[in-house]
């Protein structure tokens, strides 16, 4: 799991990364509401958002979210459904051939788990989603997560640790792990 990245809240890095995020929210509610035929002007929008074009063959179905933008790289052939959410301030990769569910939710950042700490601090850690890979609807990917080639995640899921290679993964279980 890669070493997750800390940010100071009231930092110079902060203050850039709100700015981009109260940019990108502008551009995703702009998109949001565009006519569903009119390709010309989700491309315009989909390149400032990402800051590059869509590659070819990707399909995105709006409403599309995600709040930083510049670190979500989406690779050839892959299907995004409607109300998607990528919160990818620590990025997140999405390769070939990948079919995302509606309502799947993709989160690289957090706040520390002492309470000291939470209002001081962003963390974050990337998403890594081989190829071939197919999450149902509802889904939600959190931090530092990597998901295998061929893997499933089934709908509703709740993907807290990485995925091995040609697997299924189910489940919403919530577990206590230590307490202050």
Same mark, same amino acid.
């Given at each position: 799991?890669?070493?997750?990245?800390?940010?100071?809240?009231?930092?110079?890095?902060?203050?850039?990364?709100?700015?981009?995020?109260?940019?990108?929210?502008?551009?995703?509610?702009?998109?949001?509401?565009?006519?569903?035929?009119?390709?010309?002007?989700? $491309?315009?929008?989909?390149?400032?958002?990402?800051?590059?074009?869509?590659?070819? %063959?990707?399909?995105?179905?709006?409403?599309?979210?995600?709040?930083?933008?510049?670190?979500?790289?989406?690779?050839?052939?892959?299907?995004?459904?409607?109300?998607?959410?990528?919160?990818?301030? $620590?990025?997140?990769?999405?390769?070939?051939?990948?079919?995302?569910?509606?309502?799947?939710?993709?989160?690289?950042?957090? %706040?520390?788990?002492?309470?000291?700490?939470?209002?001081?601090?962003?963390?974050?850690?990337?998403?890594?989603?081989?190829?071939?890979?197919?999450?149902? $609807?509802?889904?939600?990917?959190?931090?530092?997560?990597?998901?295998?080639?061929?893997?499933?995640?089934?709908?509703?899921?709740?993907?807290?640790?990485?995925?091995?290679?040609?697997?299924?993964?189910?489940?919403?279980?919530?577990?206590? %792990?230590?307490?202050?």
């Amino acid at each position: 799991m890669p070493i997750p990245h800390l940010m100071r809240i009231h930092s110079d890095e902060f203050r850039a990364m709100a700015e981009r995020v109260l940019r990108v929210t502008e551009l995703t509610s702009r998109l949001n509401v565009l006519p569903f035929e009119d390709e010309a002007g989700k $491309a315009e929008l989909f390149e400032q958002i990402l800051g590059k074009p869509l590659p070819s %063959h990707v399909t995105i179905y709006p409403p599309f979210f995600t709040d930083h933008g510049l670190n979500l790289d989406l690779d050839e052939r892959v299907f995004i459904n409607q109300n998607c959410t990528f919160l990818d301030y $620590a990025g997140i990769r999405i390769a070939e051939r990948v079919m995302i569910g509606p309502k799947v939710t993709f989160i690289t950042g957090g %706040h520390p788990v002492d309470p000291e700490e939470r209002r001081l601090y962003l963390t974050g850690a990337p998403i890594d989603v081989a190829e071939n890979v197919w999450i149902g $609807a509802g889904a939600t990917i959190l931090p530092g997560v990597s998901i295998g080639r061929d893997a499933v995640i089934a709908a509703g899921a709740v993907v807290a640790d990485d995925v091995p290679a040609a697997s299924l993964v189910t489940g919403t279980k919530a577990t206590v %792990h230590r307490q202050w």
